[in-house]
C-alpha cells in the first residue's frame, strides 16, 4: 500500500498526499495489481466502493468525467433518478473538463450525486455516485481550480469494465442480472440468447451447477440469495417446452480451420460450439456410446435427466459439429495423428479414475469391491453393478459419493451407509444434495475411516472401520483426522464403494514428448489461453484443473476455443481486456459479505417443489420440479441489479 497517494476505498481513507506515506487504517488485505496488463501500469482505478490513485500524473476529476461516463453507458434506463442523474453528471463534468464549467456546476453535480445515490433503484445508480461524491469531498481544489482557469484538460486513458459479483464468481462469467431481468419482464428466450452468447448447455448447467454465484449474491445478506441456477433452468425447459428450435448465428472468422476434440464432455461440448460459431470444422472423439462425458455417466438421472442432456449436444451438432462416439484417443486413433491431421486439437476428457483408499485388501478385486465412479457408469448406463449385494457402504464426503448412495437406494438396496473422516460440517459435497440424501434417510456415519476389507470366497462380507476425532487444523484448513485406539468395529455389508477422490487417465499423451503434466496427472496449459506446452493442443476440464465444477469446464472450453480461433487466424495468444479485468477483480474484491444493505423489502426465495423422499428414493425420475412461470417472474423480482462499474486510469 506504500506506493498509493490516495485511497477511499471500502470506507478506509489513505491520504499520502503530503509525502508521508502513512497508511493508517489501511486493510492490508487489499493486494492492489500494480499493472492491468504486461504494458500498462495501474496509475488509479474508480469504481463502486470508492477511488485509488497511485500517480500524479492523473487528474482527478477527468478521472471522474471517464468514470461517469462509463456509469451513464450502463444505466438501464428505467428509474428517472438513475437515467436522468447519471447523464447530467456526465455532461457536467465533460463541461467542466472542457473548460466551460461554472462554480455553480460543483454544488450542482454533488446535489444530483446525492439524489441519485438515494433514490436510484439497482446497484448501477446506488453505487455510480459514490466516487465522485468522495472526489468533490477529498479534491474539492481540483474542481475548483479548473474551474477558474477556464482550460480544457488532456483527455486520460482509461478503461472500462462492468460487473457484479455474482457475474465475477461465475467461471464462465454470464450476464447474470441481464438474463434475470429478462425473465422478470417475461422475455425469457432473450433471457436464453443471453446465456448462450457463452453457454450452449443451460438446461444442464441449470440443473447441475454448484451456484458460486448465489454464493456471492448480494440479495444473502438481507435474506437469500436470488434462484440463479434455477432461473437458468427455466428459460432453457421453456424452449424445450415449446418445442423450439435454437437460431445459432454463425460468423465465420476471416480464415476457417479443422479442430479435432478429445470428449463430448462439458467443456469439449462448450468449445466445439464456439468454434462452430466461428466457422470452424469441428469433429468430437468420444470414447463412449452417447454425449456428455462424466456429466452423462457421473451424474444420476435424477438430478439431470438423459434426454435434457442429449437434446442440448444434438443442437450443437445441427451447427455441423461432428461427434464419433465408441472411440478412444491413444487406442483406436493416436492423439500425435490428429495434432498432425487437424489444425489444433482441443483434449477435455474427464477425471473418470478412482483414487486409491490405501486400504488393506481394496487390491485384491474382490466382488462387491467397486470404485465410486465405475459404480454410477453402470447405473447410469441401467445396470446394477453388483446384483448380489444388498447392504452397501460408500466410503466419501463429496458429490460423487453422495451420488452413489442416493443411486443405490435406486437400485432397491436395503442397507445404504457413508462413512465420512471428518464431520457434516466439512462435507466438500454440495450442501442441498446432502440434504437430500437425509431426506431419504441415508445413514451418515462420520469421524470414520476404514481399515480393511473383509472378505469370504473373495466376496466382500464387511469393512472394518475405525473412529476418529478431530485434531489440529491441515494445510487444507480443516482439522486432521486422528485415530481413535481402540475404537475399531465392523460393518456388515457386501458392496463397498470408496469414492474418495478422482483422477485423470492421461494414458493417451504415451510416448509423445513435450507435454508438461503435473504431479496430479493434468495438463500444464496457460490459465487464460489453455494453450499446453506443444502449441497446437489445448486442454481444460478436468484434465487440466482436476475434478471440478462442470461450469468451470465449460469456461475453459470457451476460452480454449477463443484461442485456437486466434491461432488458426494467425493471432496472438494474448490476454484480452476481459481477462485482465478478471485477474484484477481476483484482487479487487467485488462483493462484500459484510456489506449492510438499506432499507430494501424483503422477498422470501422460491424453492422448486420436489418429490416425496419415500417416492423419489426408488425412481430415477427428475427430483425436482422447475419453476411455473409466475414462480420464475416472482423469483427474478429479487434480483437487485448489482451491477459494478469500474474504470482503471493507465
Known amino acids: 500500500m506504500k506506493d498509493i497517494l490516495f485511497s477511499s476505498w471500502e470506507g478506509q481513507v489513505v491520504d499520502n498526499r503530503d509525502g508521508s506515506k502513512m497508511d493508517s487504517n489501511v486493510n492490508q488485505e487489499i493486494r492492489w495489481p500494480e499493472k492491468l496488463d504486461e504494458t500498462e501500469p495501474i496509475k488509479a482505478f474508480m469504481g463502486w466502493d470508492g ?6 500524473e492523473v487528474q482527478v476529476v477527468d478521472l471522474c468525467r471517464a468514470y461517469m461516463e462509463a456509469v451513464r453507458n450502463q444505466s438501464c434506463g428505467k428509474c428517472i433518478p438513475c437515467q436522468t442523474g447519471t447523464t447530467v453528471m456526465a455532461k457536467t463534468l465533460e463541461a467542466i473538463c472542457n473548460g466551460q464549467g461554472r462554480q455553480s456546476d460543483i454544488v450542482y453535480l454533488k446535489d444530483i450525486a446525492e439524489t441519485v445515490h438515494r433514490t436510484a433503484k439497482c446497484g448501477i445508480g446506488k453505487t455510480g455516485p459514490l466516487p465522485i461524491l468522495q472526489a468533490l ?32 464468481a461465475c467461471p464462465i462469467h454470464l450476464d447474470i442480472p441481464r438474463y434475470v431481468e429478462c425473465i422478470k419482464e417475461g422475455r425469457f428466450q ?9 453457454l450452449p448447455i443451460p438446461g444442464i448447467v441449470g440443473r447441475v451447477c454448484v451456484r458460486p454465484c448465489e454464493e ?19 428459460v432453457a425447459d421453456q424452449e424445450l417446452a415449446k418445442k423450439k428450435e435454437p437460431a445459432y448465428e454463425i460468423a465465420p472468422s476471416s480464415k476457417t480451420g479443422q479442430v479435432a476434440i478429445v470428449g463430448a464432455g462439458p467443456a469439449g461440448v462448450t468449445c466445439a460450439y464456439h468454434l462452430a460459431q466461428k466457422g470452424h470444422a469441428v469433429t468430437i472423439y468420444e470414447h463412449l456410446s452417447e454425449p456428455g462425458g462424466m456429466s452423462a455417466v457421473g451424474i444420476p438421472d435424477y438430478r439431470l435427466p438423459r434426454n435434457i442432456l442429449r437434446q442440448e449436444v444434438e443442437q450443437i451438432q445441427k451447427m455441423g459439429v461432428v461427434i464419433q462416439y465408441n472411440t478412444t484417443i491413444g487406442k483406436d486413433i493416436k492423439l500425435e495423428q490428429l495434432e498432425n491431421d487437424f489444425d489444433a486439437v482441443f483434449i477435455g476428457i474427464g477425471a473418470q479414475d478412482s483414487s486409491p483408499m490405501r486400504v488393506q485388501g481394496e487390491e485384491k478385486g ?48 436395503e442397507d445404504v451407509h457413508l462413512v465420512y473422516r471428518r464431520t457434516r460440517k466439512e462435507m466438500p459435497a454440495d450442501e442441498v444434495e446432502i440434504r437430500d440424501a ?22 466382500v462380507v464387511g469393512l472394518e472401520c475405525i473412529r476418529l476425532k478431530l485434531g489440529t487444523p491441515d494445510k487444507s484448513g480443516r482439522r486432521r483426522p486422528v485415530p481413535i485406539e481402540g475404537s475399531e468395529f465392523i460393518f456388515d455389508c457386501d458392496t463397498v464403494v470408496p469414492a474418495i477422490g478422482q483422477r485423470v487417465d492421461l494414458s493417451l499423451i504415451e510416448g509423445m514428448e513435450g507435454i508438461e503434466t503435473t504431479a496430479w496427472k493434468t495438463f500444464i496449459v496457460d490459465d487464460v489461453t489453455k494453450q499446453t506446452s506443444r502449441p497446437k493442443l489445448f486442454s481444460a476440464g478436468d484434465c487440466e484443473t482436476g475434478p471440478d465444477a462442470l461450469i468451470t469446464a465449460c469456461a475453459g472450453g470457451r476460452k480454449a476455443a477463443q484461442s485456437i480461433d486466434h491461432l488458426i487466424n494467425g493471432r496472438p495468444l ?16 467485488v462483493y462484500d459479505r459484510e456489506e449492510v ?40 423480482k429479487r434480483c437487485l441489479r448489482c451491477y459494478r462499474v469500474g474504470v482503471v486510469a493507465v
Do not use: W
Not at 477511488?51 to 500524479?56: A, D, H, N
Open 366 to 413: 474382490y466382488k462387491g469391491f467397486i470404485p465410486g465412479v465405475q459404480y454410477l457408469l453402470d447405473i447410469n448406463q441401467g445396470r446394477d453393478p453388483y446384483p448380489e449385494g444388498k447392504k452397501v457402504v460408500v466410503i466419501g464426503g463429496g458429490n460423487v459419493a453422495i451420488d452413489c448412495v442416493r443411486s443405490a437406494f435406486r437400485i432397491h438396496k
Open 216 to 234: 456471492n449474491c448480494r440479495r444473502a445478506n438481507l435474506d437469500e440469495p436470488v434462484s440463479i441456477k434455477y432461473l437458468k433452468r427455466f
Open 51 to 56: 477511488f485509488v490513485l497511485r500517480s500524479e
Open 137 to 168: 469531498t477529498y479534491f474539492p481544489e481540483q474542481f475548483a481550480d479548473l474551474v477558474d482557469a477556464k482550460r480544457a484538460l488532456t483527455p486520460g486513458q482509461y478503461h472500462a469494465s462492468v460487473t457484479a459479483p455474482c457475474m465475477e
Open 190 to 198: 432473450d433471457s436464453l440468447d443471453i446465456i448462450r452468447t457463452r
Open 574 to 589: 494474448e490476454y484480452t481486456r476481459e481477462d485482465c479485468f478478471h485477474r484484477f477483480y481476483k484482487d479487487v474484491k
Open 597 to 636: 444493505l438499506g432499507d430494501i423489502g424483503r422477498a422470501k426465495r422460491k424453492h422448486l417443489e420436489m418429490l416425496q423422499p419415500d417416492t423419489r428414493k426408488t425412481s430415477f425420475d427428475e427430483v425436482e420440479k422447475g419453476f411455473s412461470t409466475p414462480e420464475a417472474i416472482a423469483e427474478a
Open 438 to 459: 437425509e431426506e431419504e434417510k441415508v445413514q451418515f456415519n462420520f469421524l470414520t475411516t476404514p481399515v480393511r476389507i473383509i472378505e469370504e470366497n473373495n466376496r
